[in-house]
């Protein structure tokens, strides 16, 4: 049996994370969602609600167990017995920023593999950051999230149509 991880700060998840969830999920045999409790970013939305909104988008899907964790990702992946993190890879910039963190994560847990999947087209573009930053502003991103994200956004942008 192969488990992954595929972990993030997901905030929120947008439909590209979801994209390549549900491709991964058909890859490997089990799929560890796992949001991130601290990242080193400022967040929209609380670890509760990151989970929360992840769980809902992936309800009906057996084989992604959503998950928070804290700490070093390689040792998430030790603690569900994850032999495989996956990523996403949009444009070059996150190759560069992907590539750096697979080798770092090769010294510290030699048998974790990484592998990228390409973003889907449709999504290229897409970035929680950018969705929080329209929607901040009014936009609509309804097209672009999971419904139960959109309507959490809509509660807490009151700007947002
Ligand atoms: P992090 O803070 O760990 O970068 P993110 O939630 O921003 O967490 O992203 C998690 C992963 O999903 C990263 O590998 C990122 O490159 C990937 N990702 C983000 N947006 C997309 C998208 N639209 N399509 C495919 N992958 C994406």
């Known amino acids: 049996m192969t488990i992954a991880i595929f972990p993030g700060s997901f905030d929120p998840i947008t439909l590209g994370h979801q994209d390549v969830a549900l491709r991964a999920a058909k ?3 089990k799929v560890y969602f796992g949001v991130y409790a601290n990242p080193n970013k400022n967040v929209m939305f609380s670890l509760d609600e990151r989970v929360k909104f992840a769980k809902a988008t992936f309800k009906d899907v057996d ?6 964790y804290d700490g070093l990702t390689v040792d998430f992946a030790k603690e569900v017995g994850a032999s ?9 910039a996150d190759f560069e920023y992907e590539f750096d963190m697979s080798m770092m994560t ?4 030699p048998d974790l593999n ?8 449709e999504y290229q573009f897409l970035s929680s950051s950018l969705l929080k930053e329209i929607a901040s502003l009014g936009g609509d991103i309804r097209p672009w999230v999971p419904d139960p994200v959109w309507k959490a956004i809509k509660k ?3 700007k947002v149509k």
Do not use: E, Q
């Open 63 to 68: 084989n992604i167990i959503v998950t928070s």
């Open 106 to 109: 090769k010294k510290l847990s």
């Open 114 to 121: 990484m592998i990228c999947f390409m973003a889907n087209p």
């Open 27 to 29: 890859v490997f045999d």
């Open 84 to 92: 495989v993190m996956v990523r996403g890879l949009r444009v070059s």
């Open 156 to 158: 807490k942008c009151p």
